[in-house]
């Protein structure tokens, strides 16, 4: 299993990205092949340095980057070289199994868009965020922003793609589907979710609960919560200024914690042929190591093929 | 000055509303008189316990009561004796100058629209919310639930009656208007607020800022906080969790209490001709009095008449 790891993305590249290299070799007990890619310049005396075992860790030296203010699709065309350019090409080739990169979000979609493409008969990808329950539990919310505004047959696939994910990577085992909404009962909402009810009604491939609201978003009542990218966007920013407010307050306690989102390392793009993770542009050693663990179970779970059957 | 008080509305009634008026009466510093409007048999044993001064408080029997769950439009028709019916005859005749209820919303919606109307010009009233922000300040987003579905010209509106609410009742000097949207730049967004942008940076009665993200909502970025009813409506669901769930799991910190939307009171109804302020279903006594205080300031200042001049 060979994953691919973008050394450039992120503020915090590429000491940040190597910590986190370093942190999945340490930690997890694993035969993956990491493919750093990155400028040799800045990456090989960082590698030299944390002195990773030569099976283990591929360097592959990418000369350009692509900025975080970049327009994606310009940078991608013009910079062929680019770490994620390179990650896409080796991803689409074959030569590895997913790709990993902090860096540009716009280019990391467009990239993995115009690669790997789609999987077929998905009208849009989508991104999606863990939610921490309440009680423990943990659900989904998708999507969190790469659609801002949705057709209903679009938040349907985002049910289908929502409830795949939460069992094989949340270990979920009936994931129950609940569509977002300002009122419970069949009928309320905006035009959008009235016409996408009665499609999550009739889907066969997922556990639909009906409508939930802002107040079940953190109470576990739905695994998997359906919505268009404006709305998820918007409950996802605010959701990630809980855990800074309670920092900044220092108001320490373990159910805030779990809303420090580092420690779920990035947001994978479903709905794309192969494993594609997408890091907060901020991001440490252990949210970069997260994404690596997390690519590889997508992999052994062979998570896109499984969104592929339930999609048909 | 003449408040009118649906003593039935709210799970608690009457004994809370009763609690509320007394709070009132003893703690604030006023000569409004109380239009108590609800079933004599009910009321009359509360009020005689209570021991109100005659002068301050008047009792209005209504022999209905429209329940929560009933369908607004059919249930204000069929119960012209009900409590909210009765209470907005007396709005709209001139014997009160605010009405109040914890009753069922749909109703109070109605009725304030058939009886004191929309001001001229307003496409639809809006319900707010107050957002404690994390510095101590205080914001207002609108709409948040009355309409699911809006047009830009509607929340270009909501921009000017938040910004007069936010001027007039919480006292901000000029209030910083923000549109909810996924990204800060201007042309981010969904075809909505792609649409409203222009609108808000061209309205010369308020003071916009651009767009401001769900990490803006509980940060002192914009006083005023401008989206459709359905997002909005999440954000308030959401945000009401958060009190709830800090007092599940024993978290004591009193930016967390500011999120009990009890010791606001109601949300009052902007964009109608007269203070209309709806509770919520489970109003203590403390909700039922800041309702009272509420609508009192929105008389004192003649905040619907400087939503006419501004909306002109």
């Known amino acids: 299993m060979n994953i691919g790891l973008d050394m450039m993305g992120g503020d915090l590249a590429p000491l940040e990205a190597v910590k986190g290299v370093q942190q999945f070799l340490t930690e997890e007990n694993s035969s993956a092949v990491l493919f750093l890619i990155g400028d040799q310049s800045k990456t090989e005396p960082l590698l030299t340095e944390f002195n990773f075992p030569v099976d283990r860790v591929k360097l592959i030296h990418a000369e350009q980057v692509i900025d975080m203010h970049e327009h994606p699709t310009k940078a991608l065309k013009e910079k062929q ?8 090409h080796l991803l689409a080739s074959g030569k590895t199994d997913a790709f990993i990169s902090a860096g540009n979000t716009g280019a990391m979609l467009v990239g993995a868009l115009f690669s790997i493409k789609a999987i077929k008969g998905v009208l849009r990808p989508t991104i999606s965020t863990i939610i921490p329950k309440e009680n423990g539990a943990t659900g989904i919310l998708l999507d969190v ?3 801002a505004d949705c057709k209903p047959e679009q938040l349907n696939q985002f049910a289908v793609m929502g409830s795949v994910f939460a ?20 009928g309320k909402g905006n035009i959008l979710t009235q016409a996408t009810f009665p499609l999550l009604k009739e889907n066969k491939h997922i556990h639909f609960i009906g409508n939930i609201e802002g107040r079940d978003v953190l109470m576990d009542k ?4 359906v919505c268009e990218g404006f709305t998820g966007n918007i ?7 809980l855990y800074e407010i309670t920092q900044r307050k220092n108001i320490q306690h373990e159910y805030f914690d779990r809303f420090n989102f580092e420690i779920y390392g990035g947001t994978p793009v479903l709905g794309v042929n192969k494993p594609v993770i997408i890091g907060h542009g901020i991001s440490h050693g252990i949210a970069f190591k997260n994404m690596i663990v997390l690519a590889q179970k997508m992999i052994e779970k062979k998570v896109m093929e499984k969104m592929k059957e339930e999609l048909q």
Chains 1, 2 share one sequence.
């Open 145 to 147: 922003g790469l659609n």
């Open 222 to 225: 739905a695994d998997v919560m």
């Open 81 to 88: 070289k680019s770490s994620i350019a390179v990650g896409f």
């Open 235 to 241: 409950i996802l920013k605010l959701a990630e200024t």
């Open 167 to 186: 069992k094989m990577i949340l270990g979920i085992e009936n994931p129950r589907v609940g569509l977002m909404n300002v009122g419970e009962e069949e």
